[in-house]
Nanobody, 121 residues
Framework: QVQLVESGGGLVQAGGSLTVSCAAS?????MSWFRQAPGKEREFVAT????????YYKNSMKGRFTISRDNAKNTVFLQMNTLKPEDTAIYYC?????????????????WGQGIQVTVSS
């Protein structure tokens, strides 16, 4: 069983930047970030393959968000730039046993508790 712990969330002004991290208790395959805003369904944000060689983003995040990982530390990062109020959500880290990337929640075996990111206007 792999445990995931997110960190780095908080309050930031619109146009600002924030990086959230997710530390895994063991090695994982692909990892992703999802988010859920109040009153909305959980949505895919970004994913990265087990070796960091492949990444994929939801269209609205392309060019603003960057996902990366440090396998030596079993940690995945999500750097978020040019943040908008509509980026306000709880951000969840997810890890899969698979090596390939996926934007589907059902492909992920482990989930973090989530971390709040709030962007003020």
């Amino acid at each position: 069983q792999v445990q995931l712990v997110e960190s780095g969330g908080g309050l930031v002004q619109a146009g600002g930047s924030l990086t959230v991290s997710c530390a895994a208790s063991g090695r994982t395959g692909s990892m992703s970030w999802f988010r859920q805003a109040p009153g909305k369904e959980r949505e895919f944000v970004a994913t990265i393959s087990w070796n960091g060689g492949n990444t994929y983003y939801k269209n609205s995040m392309k060019g603003r968000f960057t996902i990366s990982r440090d396998n030596a530390k079993n940690t995945v990062f999500l750097q978020m730039n040019t943040l908008k109020p509509e980026d306000t959500a709880i951000y969840y880290c997810a890890a899969s046993k698979l090596q390939t990337i996926s934007g589907y929640p059902d492909d992920y075996d482990y989930w973090g508790q989530g971390i709040q990111v709030t962007v003020s206007s």
